[in-house]
Each structure stands twice: as structure tokens, then as C-alpha cells.
């Protein structure tokens, strides 16, 4: 007689992500600032007072789980709905159904997922039986609402942002499913807590990824006397990554970023492509990248070439828009870009200056004549008095102070002769010259 393993069972022929779907909020892992106790979302849903929604944010966060939980708490009738799939037709037919139930007095939830990709004529088709409360809309979308979704539709809904999950959150969710019935509970799988944890970190903040990491891993794992392990070897098979990079919280973590942060500051473009690679490669967040390099932008280059800003913030945003892998070479045109500018961190250290004085000298009052005097009473106490507008002058520019008494005199910011930096500082150049000859 043929033995069977516990893969052989039927109740295992789902994958994973779907068995464990959350039944009811409870269950729910993630999205605290909505569904915590006494948040909006919670109380509305709490309440059967739901309106019509748009759920923005990343895949693999909830956003139709979340649509099925509200359906099943408020006892309305949900109609899953594809934008991929779907046009005008069946949006009607879709409609007839939703009105005859409210003429029946029952409520639905119509689920709309990528709500983007449907164009403005099927959004528009959607409107009067939102209005007249046919339906409650739920849309989901991972891209901006603002963007890609008409205002007429976005204004008769709520926006709510869901955000990825937690690296604490996935792990609270694999374990969930290491223990739960419905995943691998009872059936003696051990998986140690730093497979877990490079479980959590690949996944990057989306929970099917997370879970179907997993039951790669149960699945490929070593099968003894009843038992299965999942080993760290299994785990780095699974997600073809060398564990040690997994630790986004610890010292590999901020070495890497030094890395890269330091070969761009030297401008060795290749050194620097090499650790964005890594970086990557290792499953680091492009976004978390692409913040560190639109400060590195301004800390490190500033006004030496000011499209470096611009080129860093356009690509968080692509970063933002595209996701991984294709926001790869995005990032690898800011690295390239950023390594190749004149370097200056001028701007950088003139605020360390400021702030230090800030900080010393926090009651430091406003000078009269740059004060804002709004009321005859202001203007009484000579708020204004001697404030000289630099657009009433030939030259733009006035002698007025702009600074406190005590700070008379005080330069921060003092520009290098890099790139286009050169070109500010014979501006400010002039600018003092002309304060000094006209100064009273």
C-alpha cells in the first residue's frame, strides 16, 4: 500500500495565500492606522456605515480581502469585479443585478480590482448607480487615484491608503500560517525564526509573496519520520538570495548603503552600480534607495549641478510607478548621473551652521521690519515699519537686515567653485558688494 504524505491531502490542493485568507477583521494582519480601534474605517465598518471606497496601494496588501470582510460584516452582496477582464456590457448587466437588490432592500458591495485600468467611459458608467445608491463602489488600485481615476467618480468616493505591510507583520502572518489549521498547522512543520525573518524581507511588505515563499520552502523541505524542516539553505533556494543581505535592520544593511553612498560621493560610477546591484539584488527596497539618493543629491552635490535633485526625485517616482525589477535601470541612471556631477556640500553644511545657531538661540526675536503686520494694532507696535520691498528697486535688491541683531553679520552657506556652484558664488559675490557700498 502506497504511504501518503500530508501534501497528498486534498485541503492542501489551494495554494496557500488563498486557504489563509482573513475571515474577519481579527484576522486581519496589518493596516492598523484604518482598522485599529476608534480609526474612521474601523468604526464605519463597525457601524454598517460604509460608503464608497478607493483602496490605494502596493499588491499583496489586503485591498480585496479587505473588500470581502467589509461584504461579509455589513451582510451586503459582493460582486467581485476584474478591470481587466470586463467592459461596458458586463458593467451593465453588473448594474441591473445591483438595483434589483436594492429595490429588494439588500445591499451590494461591487469589488472593482485595478480600477485604473478601466477608461474614463466605463469609470462614467459606474456614477449614477453610485449617487443613487445602488451600490456601494470599492475599487482598488495601485496607482495614484488622483491620476487615474476620473474626479467625478474619485469625489463620490472615500481614499483610503493602504500601506505595505511590516517586516513584524509578515512575520506575524507566517507564523499564523505555520500554526493555523488551514495552512500547515498540526502537521508538524518546524521553520526556524531566521527563515522567517528572510521570508518577511524578501517579501517586501506583500503578503502572497510571503506566503507563497513559504509553501515553496514547506514543500522543498526535508521530510523525516512525520516531520519536515525547512532549512535556511531552502529558504535561500526558494528566493535564489544569500541570507546575510535578508537583515534590513542590521550592520550588512547600513554597510551596503555606505557603500553605495561613498562610491557615488567619490564619483566611481562603476563602484556605485556595483552596490546598487547588490543592493537589489539582495531584495532591498528600491524605494528605500531611491530616498537615499535624492538626499545624497543635495547633501553631496546641492547647487554644483542642481538637476541632480531633479534627477534623483524623477527617479523615486519612477521607482514609485514601476516597481521591481523594471526600476532597476532607473535607479542605475541616478547613480550614473550622481557619480558624474560636481560635488559640493555646501548647502549641507550651511544648514548644520544655521540649525546649531537655531538651537542656541531659539528666542532670538523677529526684526521689525520683516515682521507681518496684518492689524492697526501691528502696525502700532511697528510691525513693518522700514520694510523695503526689493521689487520697488532698480537693482532687486535693498540693504534692509533680514537677520537678528545678535546674528548681525553671520554667513552660512559658502558656495564652492564646482560646477555650476561657481556661478552662485560670483552672484553672492556681488550681491555683498553691492549690500556693502549701499549699507547706511
Not at 471606497?53 to 469585479?81: C, E, H, Q, S, Y
Not at 514543500?219 to 539553505?233: C, I, P, Q, S
Request: hydrophobic residues 40%; aromatic residues 8%.
Amino acid at each position: 500500500m502506497e504511504q501518503q504524505s500530508f501534501f497528498d491531502d486534498r485541503t492542501m490542493t489551494n495554494p496557500l495565500a488563498s486557504r489563509l485568507r482573513p475571515r474577519n477583521l481579527d484576522e486581519f494582519v496589518g493596516q492598523t492606522h484604518l482598522l485599529g480601534e476608534g480609526k474612521v474605517m474601523r468604526q464605519m465598518i463597525d457601524m454598517d456605515q460604509t460608503p464608497s471606497m478607493i483602496f490605494w496601494g502596493p499588491p499583496g496588501v489586503g485591498k480585496t480581502t479587505l473588500a470581502r470582510i467589509i461584504a461579509g460584516r455589513t451582510k451586503a452582496n459582493f460582486i467581485d469585479f476584474s478591470a481587466v477582464t470586463s467592459g461596458i456590457r458586463e458593467i451593465k448587466e453588473v448594474m441591473q443585478r445591483a438595483e434589483l437588490n436594492r429595490r429588494m432592500g439588500e445591499k451590494t458591495i461591487l469589488f472593482i480590482d485595478e480600477i485604473h485600468r478601466f477608461n474614463k467611459a466605463q469609470q462614467d458608467a459606474f456614477l449614477p448607480f453610485v449617487e443613487k445608491g445602488s451600490i456601494v463602489l470599492i475599487g482598488a488600485t495601485t496607482e495614484n487615484p488622483s491620476f487615474e481615476i476620473n474626479s467625478a467618480l474619485l469625489s463620490r468616493c472615500k481614499v483610503f491608503v493602504l500601506h505595505a505591510l511590516s517586516e513584524e507583520d509578515m512575520k506575524r502572518l507566517l507564523q499564523n500560517a505555520l500554526r493555523d489549521e488551514r495552512g500547515f498547522g498540526g502537521r508538524n512543520v518546524a521553520v526556524d525564526a531566521e527563515s522567517v525573518s528572510m521570508i518577511a524581507a524578501f517579501a517586501n511588505g506583500d503578503a502572497r509573496i510571503a506566503l507563497n515563499t513559504l509553501e515553496m520552502a514547506v514543500l522543498n523541505g526535508a521530510r523525516e519520520a512525520g516531520k519536515t524542516t525547512v532549512t535556511k539553505e531552502t529558504v535561500e533556494q526558494c528566493v535564489s538570495k544569500k541570507s546575510l543581505l535578508y537583515d534590513k535592520n542590521g550592520e550588512e544593511h547600513y554597510n551596503l548603503i555606505s557603500a553605495l553612498h561613498k562610491s557615488v560621493r567619490n564619483s566611481d560610477v562603476h563602484a556605485g552600480i556595483y552596490w546598487l546591484a547588490r543592493m537589489l539584488e539582495a531584495g532591498e527596497d528600491p524605494l528605500y534607495i531611491a530616498r537615499r539618493l535624492v538626499r545624497f543629491a543635495s547633501e553631496d552635490i546641492g547647487l554644483a549641478d542642481s538637476r541632480a535633485l531633479e534627477i534623483a526625485v524623477a527617479a523615486y517616482q519612477a521607482c514609485h510607478f514601476i516597481g521591481m525589477p523594471e526600476c532597476n535601470v532607473h535607479l542605475t541612471h541616478a547613480v550614473v548621473y550622481l557619480s558624474a556631477a560636481p560635488k559640493s556640500n555646501a548647502v549641507d553644511a550651511a544648514y548644520m551652521k544655521a540649525a546649531r545657531d537655531a538651537r542656541e538661540m531659539l528666542a532670538e526675536p523677529v526684526p521689525l521690519q520683516i515682521r507681518n503686520a496684518p492689524t492697526k494694532l501691528m502696525k502700532e507696535l511697528h510691525y513693518g515699519e522700514g520694510y523695503m520691498y526689493a521689487h520697488h528697486y532698480e537693482d532687486k535688491l535693498t540693504a534692509m537686515e533680514c537677520l537678528p541683531d545678535s546674528l548681525r553679520g553671520r554667513k552660512y552657506y559658502e558656495p564652492t567653485a564646482q560646477g555650476s556652484e561657481a556661478r552662485v558664488k560670483e552672484r553672492l559675490a556681488q550681491i555683498e558688494a553691492w549690500r556693502e557700498k549701499h549699507r547706511p
